[in-house]
């Protein structure tokens, strides 16, 4: 992944990561693969799916306002999409709490970083995010 940076920021191209399998099992806190390699600042957007690590339904995606409006506009996948049901939030923040609680269950070296991530992240930041913003 930091070899795909340069070579995105050179050509001029977005760089998606879908960290599906990697939110709440790679890296520090579970933040996943672009956290562990302390490039989650140099990627365009992020994105993945409550299916797999959070035992729920829905995704998220995270980037800049422009890119993100962008998708909602003109994505066809957004154009009948509903907010989440609040039994399927309650589901991921309990999923976040064991994360929280229960971190031996985390890869933390599945690739070793060259250097450490300058702002640890917490995992009440990650529950109020999800709480807030929905």
Known sequence: MRE????????GARLFV???HGLGVVGPEGRGTAHHFCLEEQID??????SKSMASIGGWLVGG?????CIRHFASS???????APPSVAAVMAAFDV???ELWRIVYRVFR??????EPATCQRMRKSISTEG
């Not at 306002?65 to 409006?69: F, P």
């Not at 957004?78 to 989440?84: G, H, K, L, N, P």
């Not at 970083?113 to 300058?118: E, L, T």
């Open 45 to 50: 957007l992020i994105g993945g799916t409550f």
């Open 78 to 84: 957004f154009m009948f999409a509903a907010s989440a």
């Open 65 to 69: 306002r422009k890119a993100i409006d």
């Open 18 to 20: 879908d960290e599906a």
């Open 113 to 118: 970083p060259k250097a450490p991530c300058s």
């Open 4 to 11: 795909l940076v340069p070579v995105c920021k050179k050509r």
């Open 99 to 101: 994360v929280c609680e």
